[in-house]
């Protein structure tokens, strides 16, 4: 992997420090960075998943990323169609975690309006106090499975702090309030909070002016007609559209991962 910005033709690509580049001004500052993937087209998935679009170099962004984040947010539908899991990085990843300052893996934060999760799956059931997975409503999450939830977390099977429940409230569209579940989070110490999709998430999250940096990794494929973007939900108005400045672009293998940060 090379970098193109900034770019430092006297380093040789086998020594570039992918940590240190996403780290740059995010590690003290912390935010809410997305990663997401797009092919040359546009489209964010094929057959319904992201993992399709990735490459070798993508999946080491990943892994750097969820490397310097406190917590990953992920939404309901995503984190069941991607099949998600309590992060447990390997001990050399445990290790550049702990060089940045950081846990030794990062909570898994779940998204979910109507509380429609499956609490059997690993995400739930395989869940620790080092390894935890949190699930972020609005005020119109159904009662019945916010006990479910709450049961779950006091319950026999799971050590406590393994897996709890965040109110966050409701927009006025009943949607969860992102402003207030990022300001939760951050007072709960997750200041570097990682949103790895899905696009509504995305949508709703950067709407509401939460999101600080997009990671891109476009891959070099055509998907055709059909895929999904990256960002979904209602239609912005003309005075939302965000602009972004580009401050960090490598390349591998034909993909660009493209760092940029949010004008405000």
Not at 93 to 105: I, N
Not at 171 to 180: E, F, S
Not at 204 to 225: F, I
Request: glycine share 10%; aromatic share 4%.
């Amino acid at each position: 992997m090379r970098s193109l910005i900034p770019a430092d033709p006297s380093l040789p690509p086998a020594e570039f420090d992918l940590h240190g580049h996403y780290a740059h001004d995010w590690i003290e500052q912390g935010g809410v960075r997305a990663n997401f993937v797009a092919s040359i087209d546009g489209a964010a998935t094929t057959a319904g998943l992201s993992r399709g679009l990735q490459t070798p170099g993508d999946n080491r962004v990943f892994a750097a990323l969820r490397d310097l984040a406190d917590v990953v947010l992920v939404g309901a539908a995503t984190a069941q169609a991607e099949s998600y899991s309590p992060a447990r990085p390997s001990t050399e990843r445990a290790a550049t975690r702990q060089r940045y300052g950081l846990r030794p893996a990062p909570a898994i934060a779940v998204v979910s309006a109507s509380l429609s999760v499956d609490l059997s799956t690993p995400l739930f059931r395989g869940a620790d106090p080092e390894h935890p997975t949190l699930v972020v409503t609005g005020s119109s999450g159904p009662i019945s499975r916010r006990t479910d939830i709450v049961d779950l977390a006091s319950g026999p099977d799971l050590a406590p702090g393994s897996v709890a429940l965040i109110d966050a409230g409701s927009t006025p569209n009943g949607d969860v309030d992102l402003v207030a579940a990022v300001a939760q989070l951050t007072e709960l110490g997750y200041r570097r909070i990682l949103c790895e999709g899905g696009p509504r998430l995305l949508g709703s999250a950067t709407a509401r002016g939460v999101v600080d940096e997009l990671c891109l990794t476009v891959s070099p494929m055509l998907v055709g007609p059909g895929g999904s973007r990256i960002v979904a939900g209602p239609d912005w108005s003309a005075d939302l559209l965000p602009q972004l400045r580009l401050v960090g672009l490598l390349e591998e293998d034909d993909a660009l991962f493209c760092r940029y940060r949010i004008q405000r």
